[in-house]
């Protein structure tokens, strides 16, 4: 029998994006909840270079780094495409995937975080330049892909869910439609996807949860 | 008719991995040489968002990245293999690539440029322990993938042309055969290769590029 598990962490968006794809693949599996602060022996053995999740486990062997998880869940398994056939829009796929999870996604979380004064308006003209890279990517589009939603989507599935909450949290703001009209559309339809909004971390938690953090980091008073 | 293009800099170890790839593949090909610092409207309008070389034009059309080219490569074009066939192995492939092309390469040119004095010894420790990983993961093994030269191997093109090119111009010595003596003899069995050794930018001209880099960046006086 297959045997599928997954080490992860409810709250993250590295988690979810892999749970995203079990569930388009229809892979049954068993999540298992780590304790960043305190990290199983499992995980630390699936795990020995990075110690960190998601770390998905089947019939045994580790698969780690979650767009690589990604990759290895559309080899893997039956079902639906989670990358394009077409070697040159796998490439394509592949490309804005490695810029959304990569630069877009420290730009964004460092503005994000940042503390008032200082560079703080440095810091946030760099997510600016990323996010209208992104916003133009998106212009006429539905998903990066085309009518459904794929690789890429879940690539930037921080942007739709994550990002406001932390808004909230730090009251730094950076994404409004007035900026990112085609960004904003996208992140609506993206929630709008019955296998993102069964599949959100709830969102009070979460609210909680980095309010204490940007206390903790002195981002807010 | 196929037309296979590449815009790359001959000195550069991004580009020469698409080189390898290519020529693993058969692939004939155009390369044409960028000026970095003055790039042809072909590499801006090819790769607007990074605006950096490797591109691989084919029939027309711009892949960018080096890694996600040798991907490319490897679904696009007849020829033996570049990743493993089985979705396991090709997933360990893309782990270990993602570790040597990501941290394991910065935090090796953070040590190699670093000055004389200061962070010098922490900035090496991280890349000592870097190597140390690799070091182990390559234990009883000629190639990354076993036998045959492959995908990670040159992912970690770097260490085993340029990183000694940049020891000699700098002075500061990372690698040796006392610590890492597993990776010491991936690195000779790597140069061994031809399609490798056939395919090196000339040595001379690397150390003198790297010595005028390292009096412009003060770290020899």
Partial sequence: MTEVKLLGVGGSSYSRRVEWALKVKGVKYEFVEEDLQ????????????????????????PIRESMIILEYIDEAFEGPSILPKDPYERAIARFWAKFLDGKC???????????????????????????????????????FGGNKIGFVDVAANYIPFWVEIVEEATGNVLITSEKFP?????????????????????????????????LAENVIS
């Fill in 182 to 214: 085609n960004l904003c559309a996208w992140m609506d339809e993206y929630l709008s996807c019955s296998e993102v909004k069964e599949n959100l971390p709830d969102r009070d938690f979460m609210l909680s949860f980095f309010k204490a953090k940007a």
């Fill in 105 to 143: 996604l420290d730009a964004v979380r460092e503005a994000l975080w940042s503390k008032f004064g200082g560079e703080q308006e440095k810091i946030k003209q760099e997510a600016y330049e990323m996010l209208k890279i992104v916003d133009n990517e998106l212009k006429g589009k539905k998903f």
């Fill in 38 to 61: 305190n990290k199983s022996p499992l995980l630390l053995e699936s795990n020995p270079v990075l110690k960190k999740i998601p770390v998905l486990i089947h019939n045994g062997k």
